[in-house]
């Protein structure tokens, strides 16, 4: 199998978890006997781990190759997903949130070096198209179960064995992958990218998109549920949603390098505020939520991809740090969003995300114009 074809199976595998406690919350968080703000905890797991893995990844492939950290990764992330499915004490569960974050953050970090460098943002725009693929399945995957009567636990289950065929697919491949790792002397430090100021404001921006994304997704089934549907109508919102980011991410693929990468930023940013506002307002909420989706579908990958032409050799340091920054955004903001869900109700959850939608496309129109733009192919 070609590795770029490998890498979108590696990003549809990525995103079938990830909208699962979400969700499957209204299931859960009951059965556990606690409060909103405790899928805080959760997400706050999984970015610890993200994060974590996400500095030590030049590390780790330094020692294992990336194939070999992809392997292993993506093998932990399986084992997360078995052992949240027996419903284990509420410490383990969280931990195992841990232990799948890292997973991820090590696949993540690592694949999107590998493909900045290599490919043009158009396939950028794929790969993670195809962690929208995997966000969508996984929830559809879910409401079926569901519907058939299963528990939630069947939910995580379900996850479990796709991931594990992943695992052996790269332990398979693991000498087909090879990064460019020039020794420390020629790099320049870690401390130097997080001084520089573009690197901060992509880390910025970062921290705001995934916050943003993660809040709208993970929320949609419990802000439609306080709106009046039922629970497979709740879970369905959040399948549209992350449908809307993997068929807006596979169209946005077809016109980034014709339109321009950094032009396409600034394009999507007036109906991504127009869909804010309507979700907001109560207006045609999937129809909202899918807009929503596209508009802010191109946006990490697109930013991703244009790292090395705005930061040259510093990129090697900032691929880290911006998924680092992306991850706090998911564990910080999300959970915010639960406080002001028991404080104020559901309600107050599609106005903090109109909110964040304005601060991400000031950050957006504060990008500079790369120094460099080189092709890839």
Do not use: K
């Amino acid at each position: 199998m070609p590795l770029l074809a490998l890498a979108y199976v590696a990003y549809v595998g990525l995103g079938l978890p990830d909208p699962l406690p979400g969700t499957l919350w209204p299931q859960f968080g009951p059965a556990y006997g606690l409060p909103n703000a405790a899928l805080g905890l959760v997400l706050a797991g999984l970015a610890a781990g993200y994060i974590t893995a996400s500095l030590l990844a030049p590390r780790l492939i330094a020692a294992l190759g990336l194939g070999g950290v992809l392997a292993a990764s993506v093998g932990a992330t399986a084992l997360a997903a078995g052992g949240q499915a027996l419903m284990p004490p509420w410490p383990i569960f969280v931990a195992l949130a841990v232990l799948s974050g890292m997973g991820g953050g090590a696949v993540d970090a690592g694949l999107n070096a590998f493909a900045a460098a290599r490919f043009t943002p158009r396939h950028l725009n794929w790969m993670h198209a195809c962690w929208g693929i995997g966000a969508t399945t996984g929830p559809a995957a879910v409401a079926a179960l569901l519907a058939a009567g299963a528990g939630w636990q069947a939910g995580y289950a379900s996850m479990a064995a796709p991931l594990a065929l992943l695992a052996l697919a790269f332990l398979a491949t693991r000498r087909r992958w090879a990064l460019d790792t020039a020794g420390p002397s020629a790099r320049p430090s870690l401390a130097s990218a997080l001084r520089h100021p573009t690197a901060r404001l992509q880390m910025a921006l970062f921290f705001i998109y995934t916050g943003l994304e993660a809040g709208a997704g993970q929320w949609a089934a419990t802000v439609l549920i306080a709106r009046g549907a039922t629970p497979a109508e709740g879970v369905a919102a959040a399948t549209i949603f992350f449908a809307g980011l993997a068929g807006g991410r596979i169209a946005m693929g077809f016109v980034v390098d014709r339109i321009g990468a950094d032009r396409l930023l600034r394009l999507v940013l007036a109906p991504m505020l127009a869909a804010a506002a309507a979700y907001a307002g109560g207006l045609m909420d999937l129809a909202s939520l899918a807009l929503l989706a596209v508009a802010l579908s191109p946006i990490y990958p697109t930013v991703m991809a244009r790292t090395p032409a705005r930061l040259g050799p510093l990129a090697v340091h900032a691929f880290g740090l911006q998924v680092a920054a992306a991850m706090l955004g998911v564990a910080i903001l999300p959970g915010l969003m639960g406080v002001a869900a028991d404080a104020f109700g559901p309600g107050a959850v599609p106005g903090l995300l109109l909110g964040l939608c304005l601060l991400l496309g000031w950050l957006v129109l504060r990008l500079p114009a790369p120094g460099a733009g080189r092709t890839r192919t």
